[in-house]
């Protein structure tokens, strides 16, 4: 199997990057400098028509969007490895629930805030009522996170998985985004342990190396 993963450095494709490291899969890395417009060229618009990353060609099929290249490589290549519920295993459900809840329900109010407080964004669409409301929704939710990680220690319970990848990642991002987990203990130790992985380091650091096809 052929695996090419286009890429940029602490960009959107940063847990697929994660995701690759953790499962250990052969593939060759495109690395883009988006200030570039590397993700523009037509050669990459011909694979991913929304000039983005993360997109995965796999035996020169695309695929793109962060979440569905997540699944699709826990369905493929997780479940062998123990990171990833079967299809029959009632756990899997909880683990689709959680990752979508973490780039849908969660990750559409990171979008919200930026826009209205981000430097990122034309201070023109900056609003500092809706910036706070972004932030209180945003709390809500990781009370919600924070009550299933209480009982539960990760989103699936037991070991490390996928799915907790997936939701830290959403997580984490935020915090960049000026969301905070001062009352929010749990999440605080669970996301400390996650970004305390060799996989999340290395790919934080930009010294994921591609794992090189067997020859």
Known sequence: MSIVFYSAHLS?????ASA???LGLPHEVVSFDLTKSDHKRPEFLALNPNA???TLVVDGKPMFEALAIQIWLADRFGVERKLWPAFDDPSRMQALTWCTWAYVSYGSIIGR????????FDTALHNKPQAELALRQLDELLGILDAHLAKHGNILGGDFSLADLCVASVVGYSLWAGVSLATH???KRWLDRFQARDSYTRVMQGAAAPVK???
């Open 12 to 16: 959107s494709a940063s847990p697929v």
């Open 20 to 22: 690759l490291c953790e």
């Open 52 to 54: 983005k990353v993360p």
């Open 113 to 120: 805030l930026l826009h209205a407080s981000s430097e990122r």
């Open 185 to 187: 203990a749990h999440v």
């Open 213 to 215: 096809p067997a020859a």
